[in-house]
């Protein structure tokens, strides 16, 4: 038997209250506001999450955002547009993103800490955790939810 699928937030809403918090925590996270959404593109483009992807290039481009990084961002390891804090943010997203390949590299996180120190970096990850769960969210529940 099929069944339809149902909104997360109508059938437990104390789940989309909970990533609302990690969202809020996220906010406070100290990283400039351009480098989140970077993590959001590339975790999104990753993950297929076309409205997370669409909300978020817009979002960028509102910011100042050049077009032509973001179309190179999927390419982004041969590109000479991004700068160094640039690279190793988008290295631990796709890290992050595909844990299960490799898990995050000493040489990745190491990096991150010596450009970001130790607490941002865990922020950092954070950030990139929750992405990936909003992600996961509008594509397993076929829903759109604005954080």
Request: glycine share 4%; hydrophobic share 40%; aromatic share 6%.
């Amino acid at each position: 038997m099929q069944h339809n699928r149902k909104s997360i937030k109508t059938v437990d809403p104390a789940s989309l209250q909970a990533m609302l918090a990690l969202e809020a925590y996220g906010k406070t996270c100290p990283l400039q506001p351009l480098y989140k959404e970077l993590i959001k593109i590339r975790a999104s483009q990753i993950n297929g999450c076309a409205y997370c992807l669409d909300m978020h290039t817009e979002d960028a481009v509102k910011m100042g955002e050049l077009p032509r990084r973001i179309f190179a961002m999927g390419v982004w390891q041969e590109s000479h547009l991004f700068n160094e804090e640039e690279r190793a943010l988008l290295q631990i997203t796709e890290e992050v993103t595909k844990i299960s390949e490799k898990g995050i590299t000493d040489a990745t996180y190491n990096k991150v800490v010596e450009l970001f120190g130790e607490k941002m970096t865990a922020q950092i990850i954070m950030l990139i955790i929750t992405i990936n769960s909003w992600n996961r969210m509008a594509i397993a529940s076929h829903e759109i939810y604005k954080p």
